[in-house]
Protein backbone atom coordinates (compact mmCIF):
# COMPACT_ATOMS: atom_id res chain seq x y z
CA UNK A 1 0.00 0.00 0.00
CA UNK A 2 2.48 2.27 0.92
CA UNK A 3 4.20 4.43 -1.64
CA UNK A 4 7.52 5.05 -2.12
CA UNK A 5 7.43 8.47 -1.92
CA UNK A 6 5.27 9.04 1.05
CA UNK A 7 5.62 7.42 4.65
CA UNK A 8 3.85 4.71 5.27
CA UNK A 9 1.31 6.78 8.01
CA UNK A 10 0.81 9.02 5.38
CA UNK A 11 -0.17 6.56 2.62
CA UNK A 12 -2.73 5.02 5.07
CA UNK A 13 -4.45 8.28 5.25
CA UNK A 14 -4.70 8.42 1.28
CA UNK A 15 -5.39 5.29 -0.14
CA UNK A 16 -8.30 4.03 1.09
CA UNK A 17 -9.99 7.53 0.16
CA UNK A 18 -9.28 6.90 -3.39
CA UNK A 19 -9.73 3.21 -3.58
CA UNK A 20 -13.00 1.35 -4.41
CA UNK A 21 -16.42 2.87 -3.17
CA UNK A 22 -18.21 -0.67 -2.46
CA UNK A 23 -18.61 -0.74 0.83
CA UNK A 24 -18.99 -3.81 1.61
CA UNK A 25 -20.91 -3.01 4.90
CA UNK A 26 -22.79 -5.94 6.92
CA UNK A 27 -24.58 -4.87 10.11
CA UNK A 28 -24.66 -7.46 13.30
CA UNK A 29 -25.42 -7.44 16.56
CA UNK A 30 -22.76 -9.43 18.27
CA UNK A 31 -22.13 -11.91 15.70
CA UNK A 32 -19.50 -12.08 13.63
CA UNK A 33 -19.49 -10.69 10.18
CA UNK A 34 -20.87 -12.56 6.44
CA UNK A 35 -17.05 -13.97 5.24
CA UNK A 36 -18.15 -17.13 3.60
CA UNK A 37 -16.31 -18.88 6.32
CA UNK A 38 -18.72 -22.19 7.72
CA UNK A 39 -18.72 -21.36 11.35
CA UNK A 40 -19.64 -24.55 13.15
CA UNK A 41 -22.21 -24.50 16.18
CA UNK A 42 -20.57 -23.57 19.06
CA UNK A 43 -18.35 -21.00 18.10
CA UNK A 44 -18.39 -18.33 20.35
CA UNK A 45 -17.10 -14.62 19.26
CA UNK A 46 -14.94 -11.90 20.80
CA UNK A 47 -14.41 -8.34 19.78
CA UNK A 48 -11.72 -5.83 20.57
CA UNK A 49 -10.20 -2.56 19.71
CA UNK A 50 -6.49 -2.02 19.49
CA UNK A 51 -5.78 0.72 16.86
CA UNK A 52 -5.23 0.52 13.39
CA UNK A 53 -7.17 -2.68 12.51
CA UNK A 54 -5.09 -4.14 9.50
CA UNK A 55 -2.58 -4.55 12.15
CA UNK A 56 -4.52 -6.23 14.52
CA UNK A 57 -6.28 -8.64 12.35
CA UNK A 58 -2.62 -9.59 11.09
CA UNK A 59 -1.57 -10.32 14.00
CA UNK A 60 -4.46 -12.63 15.29
CA UNK A 61 -4.53 -14.38 12.62
CA UNK A 62 -0.78 -15.18 12.66
CA UNK A 63 -0.87 -15.94 16.35
CA UNK A 64 -4.57 -18.35 16.20
CA UNK A 65 -4.90 -19.61 12.54
CA UNK A 66 -4.79 -23.37 12.95
CA UNK A 67 -5.47 -23.24 16.32
CA UNK A 68 -9.16 -22.85 16.79
CA UNK A 69 -9.24 -19.44 15.39
CA UNK A 70 -12.48 -19.98 12.58
CA UNK A 71 -12.61 -16.44 10.92
CA UNK A 72 -11.54 -12.71 11.88
CA UNK A 73 -13.30 -9.34 10.39
CA UNK A 74 -12.26 -6.07 10.82
CA UNK A 75 -15.18 -3.29 10.84
CA UNK A 76 -16.44 -0.41 13.08
CA UNK A 77 -18.26 -0.77 16.85
CA UNK A 78 -19.24 1.51 19.64
CA UNK A 79 -20.31 4.71 17.31
CA UNK A 80 -23.81 5.77 16.68
CA UNK A 81 -23.85 6.11 13.42
CA UNK A 82 -25.69 3.60 10.96
CA UNK A 83 -23.87 2.60 7.63
CA UNK A 84 -20.07 4.09 8.92
CA UNK A 85 -18.05 4.28 6.13
CA UNK A 86 -13.90 3.63 6.63
CA UNK A 87 -14.10 8.08 5.90
CA UNK A 88 -16.72 8.57 8.01
CA UNK A 89 -14.99 6.93 11.17
CA UNK A 90 -11.92 8.50 10.15
CA UNK A 91 -13.30 11.64 10.84
CA UNK A 92 -14.17 10.86 14.65
CA UNK A 93 -17.59 12.15 13.87
CA UNK A 94 -19.53 8.65 14.45
CA UNK A 95 -18.25 7.65 17.63
CA UNK A 96 -16.94 4.25 15.89
CA UNK A 97 -13.62 2.63 16.72
CA UNK A 98 -11.61 0.59 14.62
CA UNK A 99 -12.18 -3.21 15.89
CA UNK A 100 -11.39 -6.80 15.11
CA UNK A 101 -13.80 -9.64 15.83
CA UNK A 102 -12.70 -13.35 15.80
CA UNK A 103 -14.94 -16.37 16.23
CA UNK A 104 -13.10 -19.17 17.16
CA UNK A 105 -13.89 -22.82 18.93
CA UNK A 106 -13.85 -21.81 23.01
CA UNK A 107 -12.31 -25.75 23.10
CA UNK A 108 -9.26 -24.93 21.55
CA UNK A 109 -8.64 -21.15 22.39
CA UNK A 110 -10.66 -19.54 25.85
CA UNK A 111 -11.29 -15.89 25.81
CA UNK A 112 -8.92 -15.04 28.23
CA UNK A 113 -6.17 -16.41 25.74
CA UNK A 114 -7.53 -13.66 23.42
CA UNK A 115 -8.30 -11.06 25.92
CA UNK A 116 -4.41 -11.70 27.43
CA UNK A 117 -2.38 -11.52 23.67
CA UNK A 118 -4.70 -8.03 23.09
CA UNK A 119 -2.85 -6.96 25.83
CA UNK A 120 0.54 -7.79 24.98
CA UNK A 121 0.10 -7.38 21.26
CA UNK A 122 -0.94 -3.21 22.01
CA UNK A 123 -0.46 -0.08 24.19
CA UNK A 124 -3.50 -0.15 25.98
CA UNK A 125 -2.32 3.08 28.23
CA UNK A 126 -2.07 6.05 25.39
CA UNK A 127 -5.90 7.48 25.05
CA UNK A 128 -7.34 7.48 22.03
CA UNK A 129 -4.23 6.62 20.49
CA UNK A 130 -1.52 3.94 18.81
CA UNK A 131 1.16 4.93 17.66
CA UNK A 132 1.33 7.57 15.36
CA UNK A 133 -2.62 7.03 14.91
CA UNK A 134 -4.50 9.64 16.46
CA UNK A 135 -8.82 9.57 17.38
CA UNK A 136 -11.13 8.08 19.18
CA UNK A 137 -11.73 5.38 16.64
CA UNK A 138 -8.02 4.55 17.53
CA UNK A 139 -8.92 3.46 21.26
CA UNK A 140 -8.09 0.78 23.16
CA UNK A 141 -11.54 -1.31 24.07
CA UNK A 142 -12.93 -4.99 24.97
CA UNK A 143 -16.48 -5.67 23.83
CA UNK A 144 -18.08 -8.08 25.51
CA UNK A 145 -21.16 -10.42 24.33
CA UNK A 146 -21.65 -11.74 27.73
CA UNK A 147 -21.82 -11.94 31.50
CA UNK A 148 -19.10 -14.16 31.44
CA UNK A 149 -17.01 -12.56 29.01
CA UNK A 150 -17.29 -9.19 31.20
CA UNK A 151 -16.28 -10.95 34.10
CA UNK A 152 -13.17 -12.27 32.05
CA UNK A 153 -12.33 -9.09 31.13
CA UNK A 154 -12.42 -6.84 33.92
CA UNK A 155 -10.55 -9.48 35.75
CA UNK A 156 -8.24 -9.87 33.54
CA UNK A 157 -7.57 -5.42 32.91
CA UNK A 158 -7.10 -5.52 36.63
CA UNK A 159 -4.49 -7.67 36.54
CA UNK A 160 -2.33 -6.78 33.78
CA UNK A 161 -2.84 -2.94 35.00
CA UNK A 162 -1.15 -4.34 37.93
CA UNK A 163 1.87 -6.40 37.12
CA UNK A 164 1.93 -5.46 33.28
CA UNK A 165 1.34 -1.93 32.52
CA UNK A 166 2.11 0.30 35.85
CA UNK A 167 -1.57 0.84 36.41
CA UNK A 168 -1.54 3.29 33.17
CA UNK A 169 -4.28 1.02 31.63
CA UNK A 170 -6.87 3.57 29.85
CA UNK A 171 -8.92 0.27 28.30
CA UNK A 172 -12.95 0.45 27.86
CA UNK A 173 -14.66 -2.48 28.75
CA UNK A 174 -17.92 -2.06 27.01
CA UNK A 175 -21.39 -4.11 25.77
CA UNK A 176 -20.84 -5.06 21.76
CA UNK A 177 -24.03 -3.20 20.15
CA UNK A 178 -24.11 -3.38 16.78
CA UNK A 179 -21.04 -4.22 14.57
CA UNK A 180 -20.21 -3.11 11.60
CA UNK A 181 -18.15 -4.83 8.78
CA UNK A 182 -15.50 -2.72 6.90
CA UNK A 183 -15.12 -2.28 3.77
CA UNK A 184 -14.09 -5.44 1.77
CA UNK A 185 -10.73 -3.77 0.58
CA UNK A 186 -9.96 -4.07 4.69
CA UNK A 187 -10.19 -7.77 4.66
CA UNK A 188 -7.18 -9.60 5.39
CA UNK A 189 -5.25 -6.46 4.14
CA UNK A 190 -1.67 -7.11 4.98
CA UNK A 191 -1.96 -10.93 4.12
CA UNK A 192 0.14 -12.37 1.79
CA UNK A 193 -1.18 -11.44 -1.78
CA UNK A 194 -3.22 -8.69 -0.23
CA UNK A 195 -0.75 -5.51 0.56
CA UNK A 196 2.29 -5.93 0.83
CA UNK A 197 4.43 -3.54 2.57
CA UNK A 198 1.24 -1.91 3.84
CA UNK A 199 1.15 0.28 6.76
CA UNK A 200 1.45 -1.54 10.21
CA UNK A 201 0.86 0.36 13.43
CA UNK A 202 4.77 0.50 15.23
CA UNK A 203 2.71 -0.31 18.87
CA UNK A 204 1.80 -3.32 17.44
CA UNK A 205 4.13 -5.91 18.58
CA UNK A 206 4.04 -8.99 21.41
CA UNK A 207 5.60 -7.34 24.51
CA UNK A 208 7.75 -10.28 27.02
CA UNK A 209 5.50 -9.95 30.10
CA UNK A 210 5.58 -12.78 32.71
CA UNK A 211 2.88 -15.21 32.81
CA UNK A 212 0.07 -13.86 35.07
CA UNK A 213 -1.22 -16.22 37.86
Known amino acids: MASTSMPNFLARLFRPFSSSTNLGLNPTTGGGGSSGVSVPEGAATATVAAGCFWGVEHMYRKAFEGKGLYDARVGYIGGDAKNPSYRSVCSGRTGHAEALQVTYDPTQISYRQLLEFFYRMHDPTTLNRQGPDTGSQYRSGIFYHDAEQERTARDLTEQVNARWWKGKVVTQILPAGQWWDAEDYHQ ?21 FPPLE
Open 188 to 208: KYLEPGHNPGGYECPSHFLRS
